[in-house]
């Protein structure tokens, strides 16, 4: 089982270096300025974290990059802990990035 804070480690190593949230639907970065609407982000990669016997440890790490080249994390908690503002996000983009997929 993978810590949270190694597989951290992993994706900043691999560029991912920024800490995603979530403000009014759109994706922000904390502590900077500039917020990103659904349509100009896409998910790269989803890790899932299982924390073992405790339900409320499981995390899902989304690996996100912006149309202005940005790339970083959002965590969402699973179960009962689960921020819906962000799952609501997290939707939307992949929602965007399947509408503008080739066919």
Same mark, same amino acid.
């Given at each position: 089982? *993978?810590?949270?804070?190694e597989v951290l480690e992993l994706v900043? *190593? =691999?560029?991912f270096k920024h800490s995603f949230g %979530?403000?009014? @639907? #759109?994706?922000?970065?904390?502590?900077? =300025? @500039?917020?990103?609407?659904?349509? =100009?982000? *896409?998910?790269?990669?989803? $890790? %899932?974290? !299982?924390?073992?016997?405790? +339900? @409320? !440890?499981?995390?899902?790490?989304?690996?996100?990059?912006?149309? #202005?080249? $940005? *790339?970083?994390?959002?965590? $969402? +908690?699973? #179960?009962?802990?689960? !921020? +819906?503002?962000k799952a609501a996000l997290v939707d939307?983009?992949?929602? #965007?990035?399947?509408? %503008?997929? +080739? !066919?």
């Amino acid at each position: 089982m *993978r810590e949270l804070a190694e597989v951290l480690e992993l994706v900043q *190593r =691999q560029g991912f270096k920024h800490s995603f949230g %979530s403000e009014a @639907g #759109s994706l922000s970065l904390a502590g900077e =300025q @500039g917020t990103w609407s659904p349509a =100009q982000a *896409r998910v790269m990669d989803v $890790i %899932s974290l !299982d924390g073992g016997t405790d +339900p @409320g !440890d499981d995390v899902t790490v989304y690996l996100l990059e912006t149309d #202005s080249g $940005i *790339r970083g994390y959002l965590l $969402i +908690p699973d #179960s009962f802990h689960a !921020d +819906p503002g962000k799952a609501a996000l997290v939707d939307a983009i992949m929602a #965007s990035q399947a509408a %503008s997929a +080739p !066919d």
